[in-house]
Each structure stands twice: as structure tokens, then as C-alpha cells.
């Protein structure tokens, strides 16, 4: 009896110990199956990339571009890009503006009414001040236009302007500051050692030229060219860009792109867009001169194309942008503070006026 019952616990015990087995076997078996089944693993795999993946979507669209250019050499790189617009072929659709005179402009920039705009380098400094960084500069897009012309043959270099009178426009702005600083640096003052006159407009000045009141004087162009197209006997005595070099070791900067703060973060791409844009419209001016200048006159950035056309290699335009442009545009800047600090807008702008697309 003892015995018989013996076997019965020795069986029941065998059996809880096979039946505990089988349940760790099942358990660790579905374990395993769950880490490497391939159709679980895929499902995971895509729930997780699901989960995960940052869906990137397509930058905006700007509803517009407003473009604000000058006539003048600051606008003339613009004509291509502003005729494709009109024609249909651009990548973007733009509204471009063509003023007279830069205050047109600043009261746009003020208000905030524009995207994009050519401007002179120093009131972009004066705007992006006045506007506490609501406005960038993105890329310098004229370098100097300044000429001194004479109808005669005495002036070859900086120096011989010694002891005369000089005829110009521009007083309070770059001109006057670009030519003060060239006589200083050939040690000439300007103060004591030569007599400017400064009359108000280009157009006075080239008159006076052309009828040979006047013989020594300092443009920019276009009205250089219009001047010796009209009087043979006036020449460029003195090219200001090649003077400024000499002396400062930079490019002499007179124009330049700003773009909208806001517009250049909420819409990269489409600034970018533009910049390729205007690229090739300043690369097509340079290459093709006789299409470029008749551009130019429909655009109404300078009256007769072909004085656009004789114009065109003297203006110097250009596009350079990003960290190649600060130098020369700091440069500029840091001369017509030292001369006069209001040129500039009170005080010299710092980094973040710089937009390098970074």
C-alpha cells in the first residue's frame, strides 16, 4: 500500500514537472518567434519608419515679389530678369518698380511694402538701422561708378588735382565721401588743397560739361558717356574705382540687393531663386551689350539705349553675395562712418545685416 502510493505522488510530481516545461518551452518559444519573425520584424520596421521619418514639405510660395529697382547703373543689371518677367519666362512671378531717386524707395522699405530692392550701399546700412533689422543685404550688385572727367589733358593722377577746382554732385552721400577720402590718402586736403563745387543734379553738371563751362568734374555714369558722346573733347581723366583700390586695398562699392527680414526666412528658396535669377540677367547685360542696352531703355532705367550701351562697361555690375561681399561692403561702410556717421545711419551695422543664406 505504502509503496503503491509512493508511486502515485512520484507520477504526480513527474507530471507537474513536464507540465511546467511545456509552459516555459511554449512561453519562450513565442518570445523568440515575436523578436524574429520576419513578418513581425517588417511591420515593426515600417511602423517605426512611420513614426520616425520627418515628412519634409515643400517650402511656400510667396503670393508676390515686389522689386524695387533705381535707374541708373544700380538697375541696369535688372533689365533681363525684368523683361523675362514681363514675358512670361521667369521662374517667379515678380512686380518690379523703377524709381527715380532712392527716397522713393525708403519709404517702401519703411513700411515694410517690398521684398526685394537695389539700393545704395549706405542706405542699406541707413535702412537696416532705422528699421532695427527688418531689412537684410543680400548681395552688392554695382561697384563704382565715379569718374573724373576733364576736357583737357592735365589731370593723370590723384595728384595733379592739387590746386584746382573740382565740379560734382553727391555732397552729403558716397560721392563726396568716395572723393574725400581718395585726395586725403594722396595727401591732398580736401578742404585746403583743392576747391569742390557741388551742384545739385548729374544732369546740371553734364550740361555744363557739354557746353564747356565747366572743365574738370566728377560723374558717375551714365552721364559720363552722355557727356563725351555729346562733347568730343571731354575725357575721363581719372576712373575712381581704380583710385579708391589703390588706396584701400578693396573693391569700391556703390550699389546693392536688400531683401525683407521676413521674407528672406520665411521663404529661402524663393530669394535664392531670385539671386540665380538675377545672376544671369547681370551676366546676360555684360555679354550681350546691344540687346542689354535696348533692355534697359524699355525698362526706363536709362533713357536712350545707346547711351546704355556706351555706359555698360564702365558701371561695374555685378553680383557677388555671401561671406565674398562682406568685406568690400564693410569696408565702404567704415570710410563714410569715419566721415560722416549719419551716412550710415548713426552707427556701422553689425553681422546680422549680412544675409549669407546660412
Known sequence: MKK????????????????LASCQTVSDDTTTAAQT???????????????????????????????????????MGMAKLISDDKNGTSQQDY?????SAPDQISAEVIK???????????????????TEGKIKLAGVNTLGVLYVLENGDTI????????????????GSNPEYTLRYILTKNNIDPDKDVTIEYLAE???????????????????????????????DVRIALDLSKEWKEVSGTELVQGCIIVNAEFAEKYPAALQKFLDEYKASVDFVNSNVDEASALIEEAGIVPKAAIAKKAIPNCNIVLITGEEMKAPVAAMLDVLYTAEAKSVGGKLPDDGFYYTGK
Open 112 to 130: 515694410g511694402s517690398f521684398e526685394i530692392a537695389a539700393v545704395p550701399v549706405n542706405l542699406a546700412s541707413v535702412l537696416y538701422n532705422k
Open 4 to 19: 503503491t502510493l509512493s508511486l502515485i505522488l512520484s507520477l504526480i510530481m513527474l507530471l507537474t514537472v513536464l507540465t
Open 37 to 75: 519573425s520576419p513578418e513581425t520584424t517588417a511591420a515593426d520596421a515600417t511602423e517605426a519608419d512611420t513614426t520616425d521619418a520627418v515628412t519634409e514639405e515643400p517650402e511656400a510660395t510667396p503670393d508676390r515679389i515686389r522689386v524695387f529697382t533705381l535707374m541708373g547703373p544700380t538697375g
Open 95 to 99: 512686380t518690379f518698380t523703377v524709381a
Open 156 to 171: 593723370n593722377s590723384a595728384a595733379d588735382l592739387k590746386g584746382k577746382t573740382i565740379y560734382a554732385t553727391g555732397q
Open 202 to 232: 548729374h544732369a546740371e553738371l553734364a550740361a555744363q560739361m557739354v557746353s564747356g563751362s565747366v572743365t574738370l568734374g566728377m560723374l558717375p555714369e551714365p552721364n559720363v558717356t552722355s557727356v563725351m558722346v555729346q562733347n568730343g
